[in-house]
Nanobody, 122 residues
Framework: VQLAESGGGSVHTGGSLKLSCVVS????????LGWFRQVPGMERELGAI????????TYADSVKDRFTISQERAKTTLSLEMNSLEFGEAAMYYC????????????????WGKGALVTISS
C-alpha cells in the first residue's frame, strides 16, 4: 500500500498551494479518500478537511469555497488545491484512505501517507 504526498512548501498568507497524493495497492475495491491536517504541537484533527467518495466531495466549513479536492480517473492520484491560505493553516497535511466513511469521518481499515508540510508566513 502506498500513499505518498507531495507539493508541500512555504507560502505567504493568502497564497495558494496544491498537494498531490499517489495512491496504490489498497486492498479494497471501494474506498474513501481524504485530506487531514495536524497543526504542530496539536493532535491531528479527527475529521478530514476534505473528502471524496464515489465522486462526491465533502468539505469542512473552515475550508469550504477555498479548497478543492479532486482525484484522477482510477483514483491513482488525489489532489488538494488550497487557496487563500490563512496563517493558522500551517500544518502537516496527510492523505488517507479508508474502506468506510461518513462525510468527513473515516472508519474501518485506514491507510495514511507520511504527510506534506505546509508553512505559511505573514
Amino acid at each position: 500500500v502506498q500513499l505518498a504526498e507531495s507539493g508541500g512548501g512555504s507560502v505567504h498568507t493568502g497564497g495558494s498551494l496544491k498537494l498531490s497524493c499517489v495512491v496504490s495497492g489498497l486492498p479494497f475495491a471501494d474506498y474513501c479518500l481524504g485530506w487531514f491536517r495536524q497543526v504542530p504541537g496539536m493532535e491531528r484533527e479527527l475529521g478530514a478537511i476534505a473528502g471524496i467518495d464515489s465522486d462526491s466531495t465533502t468539505y469542512a466549513d473552515s475550508v469550504k469555497d477555498r479548497f478543492t479536492i479532486s482525484q484522477e480517473r482510477a483514483k491513482t492520484t488525489l489532489s488538494l488545491e488550497m487557496n487563500s491560505l490563512e496563517f493558522g493553516e500551517a500544518a502537516m497535511y496527510y492523505c488517507a484512505a479508508a474502506n468506510n466513511c461518513f462525510g468527513l469521518e473515516f472508519y474501518g481499515m485506514d491507510y495514511w501517507g507520511k504527510g506534506a508540510l505546509v508553512t505559511i508566513s505573514s
